[in-house]
C-alpha cells in the first residue's frame, strides 16, 4: 500500500469526553482488526485503529482517566475509566507499527484519507463479511506493506509512553 497523504494532525475524544487525543504523523495507514481479542472488545467484527507513530501520539486526560490492563503478553490496552471507550494499545513486539489509537475517537471527516487494510481476516466471524476492495492479511503485515515508511525516530522510541497532557 501506498503511503497515504500527510495532514496536520487528528484530534478525538471518548464518549464521555474524560480523554483527548492527538495525532500528528506523516504517511498513515489504518487497521481493521479481526483478531478474537479486538472482535470481543469491539462487540463486532473488527475493532478499528489508526496507527499512529509513538513519537506522534498525545493524551490529554486527568491522570486518572486511563485505565489499562494486559490483553496478552505483548499487549497493554488503555481504555477511559469513565466510558471505557477503548483509546489504544501498545503492541510491544510491533514498536515499528507506533500505537494502534481506536478509529472511533476521530470524526468520519478526519478519517477519510486513512487507508485501512484488514489483519488476522482468518479469524473473522462466520456471521460477518468483509466488503471493498481494503488488502487482507492473516496476520499484521511489517510497517512497509501497511504503508508505514521507515522512521529511526520511531524505532529511537521503540517501547516508550505517548505523551501526555494534563488539563489545568
Known amino acids: 500500500m501506498a503511503p497515504a497523504a500527510s495532514f496536520d494532525a487528528m484530534h478525538g ?14 504517511g498513515r495507514g489504518g487497521v481493521h ?20 507513530p509513538r513519537e506522534a501520539l498525545t493524551i490529554t486526560c486527568r491522570e486518572d482517566a486511563l485505565s489499562g490492563y494486559r490483553s496478552s503478553p505483548n499487549t497493554v490496552r488503555w481504555h477511559c475509566a469513565t466510558c471505557h471507550a477503548p483509546i489504544y494499545a501498545d503492541v510491544n513486539d510491533l514498536p515499528e507499527l507506533g500505537f494502534f489509537v481506536s478509529a472511533a475517537l476521530f470524526e468520519a471527516a478526519a478519517l ?17 463479511v468483509i466488503g471493498g476492495d481494503a488488502p ?14 521507515p522512521s529511526p525516530l520511531r524505532e529511537a522510541n521503540a517501547g516508550s509512553s505517548p505523551r501526555f497532557v494534563r488539563p489545568a
Open 112 to 128: 477519510a484519507e486513512v487507508r485501512f487494510e484488514h489483519i488476522f481476516v482468518r479469524s473473522v466471524p462466520e456471521w460477518h
Open 136 to 149: 487482507r492479511h492473516d496476520a499484521v503485515p511489517p510497517a512497509s506493506v501497511l504503508g508505514l515508511p
Open 13 to 26: 475524544i471518548c464518549a464521555c469526553g474524560a480523554v483527548g487525543v492527538a495525532a500528528a504523523a506523516l
Open 33 to 52: 482488526c479481526h483478531c478474537t481479542t479486538c472482535t470481543r472488545i469491539a462487540g463486532g467484527g473488527a475493532a478499528s485503529s489508526v496507527l499512529v
